[in-house]
């Protein structure tokens, strides 16, 4: 891998020569150490956003669920949690609970083989419950959306109340909350540069390692705009696609 970075130096030697005749500074490229950390970050900030789409679409349908189940020891903790985490910012939020709740575990688990909770996972999980609870109020909203006709025709077949949640209101809801939820998954990706707070070896972190060696932040920082830039509107044209082929029939036009 090293020697193919190597090469690739190499070849990119008189490009980064071109465009440094015209005032931009990336040689960074040149040496395969800061580039192998530069694509590493990418990498990371890819399975970040993976990994808390995942897991804030998990939290999303279980507090969604949650919301709108009739058992008041269910609906009011979630409604807290969702307030208090729409509320407070995500940076806040990731400070709490990798300086404090982590400390915590760490003293706890001291005799015991040590703390096993990295930074990544605190990201993933901080992240995701964050995000979800954006997820669970496009959720909710979707359920409640569903019409009380086929919610009584599934009745009328012998449906339970949860098999009526999650084989009827759940997937329609889901197609009701569809641009809700696509808007915020590209909130989501942009917001995994938090996790550079906490020296997660994302994009946005090696790139600060980069520039405060070589004084390029200008350079890195056009980088970083392209690379989240072409993530999100990926991330957003999938969606769209999937707008299109889940759209239901009489609703939207």
């Known amino acids: 891998m090293s020697a193919a970075l190597a090469g690739f130096s190499q070849a990119a030697a008189p490009l980064v020569d ?8 990336y040689s ?3 040496d395969a150490n800061e580039l192998a950390s530069f694509l590493h970050g990418m990498l990371v900030s890819l399975e970040l956003s993976l990994v808390t789409a995942l897991g804030s679409l998990a939290a999303g349908v279980v507090l969604a669920a949650m919301l709108t189940s009739p058992r008041a020891a269910l609906a009011r903790p979630a409604r ?5 985490t729409r509320n407070t910012p995500t ?11 982590n400390m915590l575990i760490s003293e706890a688990l001291r005799n015991l083989g040590g703390n096993p909770l990295t930074p990544f996972i605190w990201s993933a999980v901080v992240i995701s419950l964050h995000k979800g609870a954006f997820h669970a109020e496009a959720l909710r909203a979707g359920i409640e ?8 025709a599934a009745q009328s077949l ?9 084989g009827v209101q759940l997937p329609l809801a889901v197609r009701f909350a569809l641009p809700a939820l696509v808007n915020n998954m590209v909130d989501l990706v942009k917001m995994t540069t ?8 994302d994009i946005t972190y090696a ?3 980069i520039w405060t060696q070589r004084d390029n932040v200008l350079e890195l920082m056009i980088l970083i705009l392209l690379f989240f830039g072409s993530l999100t509107f990926a991330v957003n044209r999938a969606g769209r696609w999937l707008e299109a082929r889940l759209r239901m029939p009489g609703h939207g036009h």
């Open 158 to 166: 012998g449906f339970s109340r949860r098999q009526r949640l999650w």
């Open 18 to 25: 071109a465009i440094g005749k015209i005032g931009l500074n």
């Open 91 to 101: 940076l806040v939020q990731l400070f709490c609970a990798f300086l404090v709740i």
């Open 207 to 209: 790139s600060i390692m």
């Open 80 to 84: 807290v949690f969702v307030e208090v």
């Open 194 to 201: 938090v996790a550079s707070a906490i020296a997660v070896g």
């Open 28 to 30: 960074f490229v040149l």
């Open 145 to 152: 959306a569903v019409p009380r006709a086929t919610l009584e």
